[in-house]
């Protein structure tokens, strides 16, 4: 094995694909560079919030290229065929406390999930949300589809929350934390909140991945636009966007303007 083998982690929601502004030019120049980075005998990772279900609809749809899926903020953890190599869960008696806060607060979409399938409760104006519903029906009406009870009843790898802006996001997440100290970690981003078991962040998931392959931290590096990326940050080469929260920047090395410019940039250094 090479000792120059390098690994790069990236957000999805955000950071690899800009849902804001929709530059598709963007989103297919980021795959085009993950290519190239893997064929100089690197690897890409997707770290994120989201399940594995859901960038496997990414996969599907947008022809996206990586090599292991770190999803669920460090819950699971997948190679690019799928296979699980590791999960941590959520006690059951811990899950059921969490949905009580979030019915208290009358927050009213949350979803429920071991990775895979899971409860996805959500309300919406048609007017106003009719694409979102139409982008999300294909995949949660199909694996999303478990009532409130058959989702607590099986494994719950994280459970996220959406509230009604950011600083709502980051009072939950507190709230969460606080509340359950030592039982979970509450990440806000944006306007969202990811809850997981205890002591698990995108690091912990790229920390298995880099120790799996023998990558020393010097060689890693991860980049996101959000809160729940920071501990990447700390551990690793950090590098965010133009757009990310001023907090944010503060704790990176470097600011790109896409995920595609970062890595060739580092494959132009490695020359």
Known sequence: ????????????????????????????????????????GNFFIFATGRSISMMKFEKKTKGLKYDYIVGLNGGIIVSKTDQVLYRKDIEPNIARGIIELVKKHQFNNYCIT?????HYQFS???RKKSA?????AKLFLKAYRLTLEEALAQQVTQIAVETK????????????NETFNGEVTAFANLHHVDISAANLSKA???????????????????????????????????????EARTEIKNQAETVYETVGAALTDLLNQAK
């Open 165 to 176: 802006g950011p600083e709502d996001a980051l009072a939950f997440a507190k709230l969460i």
């Open 124 to 126: 919406f104006k048609w």
């Open 204 to 242: 912990t998931g790229i920390d298995y991945v880099a120790k799996l392959h023998q990558i020393k931290n010097k060689h890693v590096f991860g980049m996101g636009d959000s809160y729940n990326d920071v501990p990447m940050f700390k551990e690793y080469h950090g590098f965010t966007l133009p």
């Open 132 to 136: 979102y519903f139409l982008y999300f």
């Open 114 to 118: 071991d990775g895979f399938t899971g």
């Open 1 to 40: 094995m090479s000792m120059s083998m390098k690994l790069f982690a990236s957000d999805y929601d955000g950071t690899f694909y800009k849902h804001q502004n929709r530059k598709r030019l963007e989103l297919r120049n980021n795959i085009s560079s993950v290519q190239d980075w893997q064929a100089a």
